[in-house]
């Protein structure tokens, strides 16, 4: 029987997401345990990480466990190929099909944050990095972000959503793309209309043309969406879609029209620099909505620092639900 | 309330420092504790680290405690900013205001190092790395050297003293910079000066011309030493320093005339090489001094190799008194 | 009292190996102890690492103890010297003398892996950044790989021969070089070669002419083959050596001959690219041989990817036993 595997928001349905959060609420209470004694984790970071490395660490020894991280090339550990059936003599020492039949010899569970944009949208939405983990794993496999989902942030902001305004179901939440000097991930948009649409949220999805999302995300967010009461809709103009929102999410993200060309993507995305940041006169004109935004963020790029210092920003307690639902997770896939 | 931050020697009162001393003696006999259980510690590397990252590592661990270790730029975590009201267009992708108050929320303390010389001598002499992470955290915030201060190493060095001679009170020390190929820190000169003068020895600063300590440090020192009943001398030949000299401290510094320009550095040094090195013949000249230096040191450069293989090199004791110090910094600040 | 050291398979005596493979079969039943509480290794990394890293941290982790990992060099710990009485006016900014004595007094146990290849073998063969922290420090020092040796591997082959065929005394172990487009270190053989001759194997050692291995290893592991009843017989041509193999251990390694120079010993090694590769045919011709490789291993390079595949394959169980006769060493180092 293979093990579970945590890649996506739609990995878990509405009902057990709700049980994690309501555990994850309960670790926030009475964080420490020692459920994992002697259990641990190994994280894999293809790319940098803040707070997704510090939470998780910080989760495993709250819980009693352990985190071993491993950076892929470099200092850290070997260069790995995904590529099945390839004659290795190329630049990659090791295949994922070893690392993780290996790992899963020592460690209870395998992370693995690999977001990197390559030249070709049809080649990174496969994720293949995490589905070859997750191919060959035997232990449970948690995506700490691919190039499509990022299913722990996702959790934390719906945390954050209902610990704000209580019961997601019907509520006006607007995710708007913001202008940034270099082409982001999108993971993060994408898991959290996933998530969204999953508790039946009236999503509002705001980007100029030629940002779109990735459109099997958006089909399946739509499903989701019905399923649960709510629905999604798309904006070329974030302004229109602020009367009425109750939480306002900014993240930047690449343009899959121009993917694997930054400069291109650079000159087609200047235009909005200015018009697509979010300031205190747009939160303003909602309802009294508060600010999302998964972090890093750039100060005065994505958003006003005015508006990440003001009483509506809820930034570090998303931050911080990262902690209490990666618990969580822990818990359901390790203890 | 903001919390405490430990950034320098002056942060803690003579009396406070002697106290400190006495549960690192304690902790010395009795290493194993249990009183952070279920903590942790964020300590964030803008530079390496092979005492500092080990000894505040295995200090958690003696305390039941938890270190999360963050390698700023490169395979770690993100770049960094600090300046404020900057829009954040350039190559820095998080401001420390982010990250100090997430990493508050998953940490009970953070630890820094961040001591790279710049360009300019008046931008680094106000540690602004250091001082953002002070302002913004809401945790405890220690200084794991800054490009002003070490105030964990100074504690060691007086640990040392007071082991190898007794009450420091009047003991003449003499602090002398030596010869190195790079410009370094001037952190440890300026802490152990400090420190010395808090505990009223008579301080002999020894320096060529143009390898003036910060002025502001000099001053502070002065006034220290004055109301501890000790004195703060400078030389410009360090071996009229030596006699009557019961402890030798070397450490090469770059000059502040010269900042920021590490060829024209080496130029003004080069007259000094081999000059300003501790030799043997130069302890037998002092009052059965021990030598100090707090590592890592070039052998033949700042002292002949035969002195640090000599009896009279406290070397080691020393960098283990990291170990004891930080612990009980630890305790006072976390548990 | 100098404190042990375990830096080659020769370094324990087949009486003391046959005990540690008991403890380590006992361990891989009950996994957890708390024999090392409160204490802490220091793993020290010239090279890249994914098995022996984590499988020491979560040795260290599963026994009570903890784990700080130093990368030399980069983002990690400082560059160090290891050469006796020089002047270290150059690029090192630490020797190993205090590096080694530094780090005794905070961990109770050093690790350290160097194997990069240099344009010597006379120098490599010295092992001389191993040998430096043997002498230095005053704590026990483990070999986690380094120019001529990697006993913690050779431990794993052996426990997996005896799990897999019983008593290795007697039985034919081929160990055979295979083609790789870059020159790779000899630890492996070496150690394999030298730990199966104190067992008393058959060893055959196959590889292309100018390939040959390290003449005083060879001739130590022929003096111990003789004394434990074995052989060590070479083969210039691996498929000669297949007929009655009960186990065939693929590795390639750089060439002395060629040492220092990889373009010349990439020309050398051409002919014999796809001639020296394990495949399934030449499993068929053995004595129902498994198949063992250290990892990482190249897909269809090395060995096919179909005997990776195939239950021939031992090379998962072969890391996972990492694992367990590293906890053994572990505890009888420093327990």
């Not at 819980?63 to 950076?71: Q, S």
């Not at 190039?147 to 902001?157: K, N």
Request: net charge negative; hydrophobic share 40%.
């Amino acid at each position: 029987m293979k093990p579970q595997a945590f890649l996506a928001p739609q990995d878990m349905s509405l009902a057990e997401t709700r049980d994690l959060l309501a555990v994850a609420r309960n670790l926030q209470k009475n964080p420490l345990r020692r459920d994992l004694a002697g259990k641990t984790i190994g994280m894999i970071f293809f790319n940098p990480s803040l707070r997704t490395r510090t939470s998780f660490d910080v989760a495993m020894n709250h819980l009693g466990g352990h985190a071993v991280i491993l950076n892929v090339g470099g200092e850290g550990t070997w260069t790995l190929e995904y590529r099945e059936d390839i004659i290795m003599d190329g630049d990659k020492s090791e295949h994922i099909k070893e690392a993780a039949q290996v790992l899963s010899r020592y460690v209870d569970a395998i992370a693995i944050r690999a977001f990197s944009a390559g030249t070709s949208w049809e080649e990174d939405r496969r994720e293949q990095i995490h589905r070859a983990f997750a191919a060959y794993a035997t232990v449970p496999v948690i995506n700490m972000e691919s190039q499509l989902h990022h299913p722990c942030q996702s959790l934390a902001d719906i945390k954050t959503i209902e610990d704000r305004i209580g019961d997601p179901a019907g509520q006006p939440l607007l995710v708007t793309w913001g202008w940034h000097p270099n082409p982001l991930a999108m993971a993060v948009p994408n898991s959290i209309v996933m998530e969204a649409a999953k508790f039946g949220m009236e999503v509002r999805l705001a980007h100029p043309p030629g940002w779109e999302l990735d459109s099997a995300v958006i089909e399946t967010a739509g499903t989701l969406a019905e399923g649960a009461g709510g629905s999604l809709r798309i904006y070329n103009n974030f302004e229109e879609a602020l009367p009425g929102a109750r939480a306002v999410y900014a993240k930047s993200w690449g343009s899959i029209t121009h993917y694997g060309d930054p400069q291109q993507q650079r000159a087609a995305a200047a235009p909005y620099r200015d018009k697509w940041r979010v300031t205190l006169e747009h939160m303003e004109r909602t309802d009294n909505a508060f600010f999302l935004h998964c972090l890093p963020i750039r100060r005065g790029i994505e958003a006003d620092a005015a508006v990440l210092d003001a009483p509506c920003s809820a930034v570090y307690d998303e931050a911080e639900n990262r902690l209490h639902v990666q618990k969580a997770v822990l818990l359901r896939m390790l203890a």
